[in-house]
């Protein structure tokens, strides 16, 4: 025993000498600390740390320290738990986090920024509208850059499609037609990726479809009880219930879980599939790899009402923005700002862009990222990647209002209630209205003001 | 106990083996799932081995943090903590135990808060604590608030009760003073406990993560399970199961290791305990 | 009349023992958990008060001015508020905490069962490890390997047992001939299909205690209870059960804490919905945290928890402890 506690005492000490913190010291270089969330697979530390050298070796005098910080979920709770002291300088996150940004983190406006810019217009006006559309408030004031973004697209089997001698479906009619001709008891016509906590991001693309986009430019607006979202809401539900039920037939009950779906569609359990941008890649890695290879068609996300084809497209964008964070007991320097602000531009170069959109799949942001290797010839060689960007001209603004995380809370919880069945049909426009009254008192301290 | 192959004896073998089974089936298939492309789903091919297997997984799980970093602060904290914590739980445990004095109830159910108050919301102000104290980004911030443990201190209490007074009293009688009595008495009977707590100690310390990602930045700084949540990260793509259950064992693969070498430990002191 | 009372004692105690060693044996029990004290109290009970605290007020709003520059107003004082719109039903249910009685019941489903199922299971485990059987080691590994997993590791191997279409589960009912279930996302089957995780998670860890109990009791007296001609099962509940009764004592309590806690699990298996079916009061509360101006609620719906399980334990020691608790 006497043995035992000497040597816990002489490890007591070993660790003590191990545990020293390594030193910051006070340098003439301005450090940023960088903290970036993943959302896609990939060895993006090596990534980052490569955009870092090239950035730093440009602009001598910066330190880029990257920060690992976990998914957006935890990114978020990370930066909001520094308080308005905090140590983030710049960080990817959520692009809906805006409206939370705003209200409870340091996050600064960037349009003097742009402004202050020699070519701030030709910069801004470079990337597509629908991604800047949630980096700015009802006022024109943009807070945060595009740089990882993404939208949910129509993959299809292109080869069951060619043996049924069946067209791409443009609208939602041709989709359940095409569903339930390819629908056989080994597989679905079609797969909603709507199981789980997040049912509201493929709802606001059938909000779109059907016309009502369940948000606008103004944070305190959310259109969550219309005809057109009711409408949206029974013809989700519908793909998940059988035919003698009233539904189509063509899909699981209350939709399939999110990271199952990719793997049902190239594993041939599905014919087709809603799902993000952000899957492309993998999609194409995997079929190509897998058992059974097949065609992957890419395809804008049908429009709603029956022969109103292209006039109902519509999807929203996801993904995360470019934040500058202040500090508000010691504002930033000018050189601070400036600092963060050059890593910004950089990370949002057309460049970077380019590469970074043709290393994880993420839509590029940038008009003339596409123009540019390596996108250019990865768009050449894979047409599906181009579908994407050109579906962003009928894409809406991703959900974001004036309390969002608890309006979010709202919608996906009424919309899981009649998805997975615990409500039935009949109940679904009280269950809208019941939504729409919790939101409507949670915005009305917003709209007087 | 009863150790006569009879039948109930052979009940109790079919019993263990089937119990052992159905829990170590999951494993069984992470292990399989670890070595599948992710271009094999379950549903394609083999069900147990797929169309072919490869250790991509693991390589792709290997590249994507500075592991020997995380592995050395893993192991830094793990010890850290458990180290202190023993010398915490038994000078606590035997007071709440063995000692009569003034609030001694409602200070333990003060310190029951720790197992009660859900740490999440704690997060941030202790997060400004460290700040505070000057201690954010270091090991010294996953360690401290963890050298005081409730679950020790409730646990070592239970068991020191155990232990027959008169054992106590009799070292008295010889002379020995507390430290002596803790020494010679107490912490040699108690051994399974000890163990048992180190290995729950252990496994919650490596397996940390919402408050090691909270306080600190430095990659060297930063345990395991930092690493291990790149994978565990909701991508948009859904989750990469292959590469996760990849990092998983790997992550896993020290406790394993301890495990086997504590549980031959826990048998051996049952045998040396000498209690009577 | 206090004062003399006290003079009295003083002398009583100096007469009885030397003058010295009373003082020290007052201040020892401090002192051997003054540590741990000072460490709870920083990291543990300062943050509690502070949840406390914040739990009475409603947080203020913030905006920014047309230079963006951040307005924040003061928080103010709501009383009991936060904790009336817990309880009190509305209609429409209240926007942020609406189904707090929903999840609650959720949650005492879910503890009362993974309890009283694990306990048991776990207790009849280590009876059945603590015998001479070949490839003991083995044996345990596989019933204790949860414990050493990450919960969200442990999860997911579950998550991908459970799948839908690409789950094992359903593809072996499938192959059989059988009809698959939506494991995770069928309204009726969610909690249960989460509890079974918790079960096995949970299981090795109760056992491995129960197994240091066993061992800990001495073995003379089941040997005089053979020759006294008890069955085994005579002795199970003369003899092992009895002894066990702390242990027993101890598990309840931190079962019963974990299961109220227990929730990075769900992150993985459906995260509390479909409907929130399978919603838990932590994994509530990580919902609703984000916002900042929901923290009132946050902490509310932490100090309610606190309050439960401070009660359970009070309620367990109490009716455990109440015969030996003196005297010692």
Redesign the interface.
């Known amino acids: 025993m006497q043995k035992l506690f000497s040597r816990l005492g002489l490890l007591v000490v070993v660790i003590g000498m191990l545990c020293i913190a390594p030193f910051t010291q006070a340098q003439e270089n301005v450090q940023i600390d960088f903290y970036w969330a993943s959302a896609v697979e990939g060895n993006l530390p090596a990534i980052f740390q490569g955009y870092a050298d090239q950035f730093m070796a440009e602009n001598p005098g910066i330190t880029i320290n990257l920060v690992y910080s976990g998914s957006y979920t935890q990114t978020r709770e990370t930066i909001l738990a520094e308080g308005t002291d905090p140590i983030v300088d710049v960080a990817i996150m959520l692009a809906t986090d805006l409206s939370t940004f705003i209200s409870d983190s340091t996050i600064i406006p960037l349009s003097f920024l742009i402004e202050g810019m020699e070519d701030g217009d030709a910069y801004i006006t470079d990337f597509f509208p629908a991604f800047l559309a949630n980096g700015t408030d009802a006022d024109g004031m943009i807070w945060s850059i595009p740089f990882q973004r993404s939208t949910p697209i129509l993959f299809y089997n292109a080869d069951l499609l060619a043996e049924a001698g069946l067209e791409v479906p443009t609208n939602n009619e041709d989709l359940i037609a095409v569903a339930q001709a390819l629908t056989t008891p080994d597989r679905y016509g079609l797969l909603l990726p709507v199981a789980g906590t997040f049912p509201i991001w493929i709802y606001q693309s059938f909000a779109a479809a059907y016309g009502k986009p369940v948000v606008d430019n103004d944070l305190t607006n959310v259109y969550f009880n219309t005809p057109e979202t009711l409408a949206a809401v029974e013809f989700m539900t519908r793909v998940g219930l059988p035919v003698e039920e009233g539904g189509f037939g063509v899909g699981p009950k209350g939709g399939s879980a999110w990271g199952e779906t990719p793997s049902a569609f190239v594993s041939g359990q599905a014919a087709m599939i809603y799902h993000t941008t952000g899957s492309l890649t993998s999609i194409l890695n995997d079929v190509t790899n897998s058992e059974n290879p097949f065609e992957v068609g890419v395809a804008f996300l049908p429009s709603g009402p029956a022969n109103e084809d292209g006039n109902g497209y519509g999807a929203p964008t996801g993904g995360g923005n470019l934040y500058i964070f202040d500090n508000e007991s010691t504002p930033k320097t000018e050189a601070e700002i400036d600092a963060a602000w050059r890593w910004v531009q950089f990370l949002s170069s057309p460049e970077v862009q380019s590469d970074w959109g043709a290393q994880t799949g993420y839509i590029a942001s940038r008009y003339s990222a596409w123009d540019i290797d390596p996108l250019l010839s990865l768009v050449a060689e894979y047409p599906q990647y181009g579908v994407a960007r050109d579906q962003l001209e009928f894409a809406v603004k991703e959900f974001d209002a004036y309390r969002s995380v608890d309006i979010q809370n709202i919608i996906n919880l009424q919309l899981s209630k009649i998805l997975s069945g615990e409500l039935s049909l009949d109940q679904a426009a009280e269950a809208l209205a019941e939504g729409q009254a919790q939101i409507d008192q949670l915005l009305e301290p917003f709209k007087q003001g | 106990?009863?150790?006569k192959r009879n039948g109930?004896?052979i009940i109790?073998?079919i019993?263990?083996?089937i119990?052992?089974?159905l829990?170590?089936a999951?494993?069984f298939?992470?292990v399989l799932?670890s070595v599948r492309?992710?271009?094999?789903?379950?549903?394609?091919?083999n069900?147990f081995f797929g169309?072919s297997i490869t250790l991509e997984n693991y390589q792709?799980a290997l590249?994507?943090?500075p592991w020997a970093w995380h592995y050395?602060t893993s192991v830094?904290v793990v010890?850290?903590v458990l180290?202190?914590q023993?010398?915490?739980?038994t000078?606590?445990g035997?007071?709440?135990?063995?000692?009569?004095?003034f609030g001694?109830n409602i200070?333990l159910?003060?310190?029951?808060?720790?197992?009660?108050?859900?740490s999440?919301?704690?997060?941030?102000?202790?997060?400004?604590?460290m700040r505070q104290l000057d201690?954010?980004?270091?090991?010294?911030a996953l360690?401290?608030?963890y050298?005081?443990?409730?679950?020790g201190?409730?646990?070592m209490r239970?068991?020191f009760?155990?232990i027959p007074?008169e054992l106590e009293e009799a070292a008295r009688i010889d002379g020995a003073n507390?430290g002596q009595i803790l020494?010679?008495v107490y912490?040699?009977?108690s051994i399974?406990?000890y163990?048992?707590f180190s290995?729950?100690s252990i496994?919650a310390r490596w397996?940390e993560?919402l408050w090691a990602?909270?306080v600190t930045?430095?990659?060297?700084?930063r345990p395991v399970?930092?690493g291990?949540?790149?994978l565990?990260?909701?991508?948009?793509?859904?989750?990469?199961?292959g590469?996760?259950?990849a990092g998983?064992l790997l992550?896993?693969a020290p406790?394993?290791v301890l495990?086997?070498f504590f549980?031959?430990r826990?048998i051996e002191s049952?045998a040396s305990?000498g209690?009577? | 009349m206090a004062q003399t009372q006290s003079a009295v004692q003083v002398t009583h105690i100096a007469q009885t023992h030397r003058l010295k060693r009373p003082q020290w044996r007052h201040i020892l029990p401090y002192l051997l958990i003054a540590p741990t004290l000072i460490l709870v109290g920083l990291f543990t009970i300062y943050p509690t008060i502070r949840t406390l605290e914040q739990s009475l007020y409603e947080p203020g709003a913030s905006t920014r001015d047309e230079r963006g520059r951040r307005v924040q107003e003061p928080d103010t004082f709501v009383g009991f508020q936060n904790y009336a719109d817990l309880f009190i039903t509305q209609d429409p249910p209240h926007p942020i905490v609406g189904s707090f009685l929903q999840v609650l019941g959720n949650t005492i489903v879910f503890a009362v069962v993974t309890v009283g199922v694990t306990l048991p299971l776990s207790f009849g485990l280590a009876l059945l490890m603590n015998r001479a059987v070949r490839g003991r080691a083995l044996w345990r590994f596989s019933l204790f390997y949860p414990v050493l997993l990450p919960l969200i590791g442990g999860a997911s191997m579950w998550a991908f047992l459970y799948g839908n279409t690409g789950g094992l589960i359903n593809i072996v009912l499938r192959s059989l001939g059988i009809p698959t279930q939506d494991w995770l996302n069928t309204p009726d089957l969610v909690l249960w299909s989460v509890i079974v995780v918790n079960i096995w998670k949970q299981a090795g860890f109760y056992m491995i205690f129960y197994l240091a109990g066993l061992q800990a009791i001495p073995k003379d007296i089941y040997e005089a209870a053979a020759l006294d001609g008890a069955s085994y099962f005579q002795q199970l509940f003369s003899i092992t059960v009895p002894l066990l009764r702390r242990t027993t004592l101890f598990l309840l309590v931190i079962a019963s804490t974990y299961a109220f806690q227990t929730v990075e699990q769900l992150d993985v298996l459906n995260r509390g919905m479909p409907a929130n079916r399978s919603n838990m009061l932590l994994w509530y509360i990580y919902q609703i945290y984000p916002s900042a101006q929901a923290r009132g609620y946050v902490n509310a719906i932490s100090m309610v928890l606190v309050v439960i399980l401070l009660t359970f334990t009070f309620i367990n020691f109490a009716f455990f402890e109440r015969k030996d608790d003196d005297g010692q």
Do not use: C
């Open positions: 106990m009863v150790n109930w004896s109790a073998d019993l263990t083996m119990v052992s089974l829990w170590v999951p494993l298939f992470a799932i492309p992710s271009s094999d789903p379950l549903s394609v091919g069900i169309r792709q590249e994507l943090a050395l830094l010890l850290g180290v202190v023993i010398i915490t739980i000078m606590a035997y007071a709440f135990a063995r000692m009569k004095f001694r200070l159910f003060v310190l029951l808060i720790q197992l009660m108050i859900p999440g919301v704690l997060v941030v102000q202790n997060l400004t604590t201690l954010f980004d270091t090991r010294w360690m401290i608030p050298w005081a443990s409730a679950f201190v409730l646990l239970q068991t009760r155990e007074p507390l020494r010679f912490i040699p009977l399974p406990t163990i048992a290995l729950v496994s397996n993560f990602a909270m930045r430095t990659a060297e700084v399970t930092t291990l949540s790149q565990f990260s909701a991508t948009e793509a859904g989750t990469n199961y590469q996760l259950m998983t992550v896993v406790l394993v495990f086997i549980q031959r826990f049952f305990s209690l009577k």
